[in-house]
């Protein structure tokens, strides 16, 4: 499956973004979703992430309450909903994709498990 990320941008502390993960190749309905992100010198680290058998979702603590992952299965793509963005969300966010699913929430947000990613979109959060 090939994945392809849009929506990212500069907003202002307190705005809003809706990222995009739109897949070719295969039908996201199948995979475990994650959205990354990676800040300049810092390692890349989980977001939230989407099961494929139980449409369960799960988030960093960073984002809880303010970012809401979902699915479109019609068109194929997953959303990341942002609110409340922060200057600490500034980085590349990424879409990751893997057949597989886990009962333990903290296993989906560890990059190492995912098989398939996007290029990654730039969010810039100004103060």
């Known amino acids: 499956v090939q994945l392809v990320e849009s929506g990212g941008g500069l907003v202002q502390a307190g705005g809003s973004l809706r990222l995009s993960c739109a897949a070719s190749g295969g039908s996201l309905q199948y995979y475990s979703i994650g959205w990354f992100r990676q800040a300049p010198g810092k390692e890349r680290e989980g977001v939230s992430w989407?099961?494929?058998?139980?449409?369960?979702?799960y988030y960093a603590d960073s984002v809880k309450g303010r970012f809401t992952i979902s699915r479109d299965n019609a068109k194929n793509t997953i959303s990341l909903r942002m609110n409340s963005l922060k200057p600490e969300d500034t980085a590349v966010y990424y879409c990751?994709?893997?057949?597989?699913?886990?009962?333990?929430?903290?296993?989906?947000?560890?990059?190492?498990?995912?098989?398939?990613w996007g290029q990654g979109t730039q969010v810039t959060v100004s103060p």
């Open positions: 989407i099961s494929r058998s139980t449409g369960s979702t």
């Open positions: 990751a994709a893997t057949l597989n699913a886990w009962d333990y929430g903290m296993f989906g947000l560890e990059p190492a498990r995912y098989d398939y």
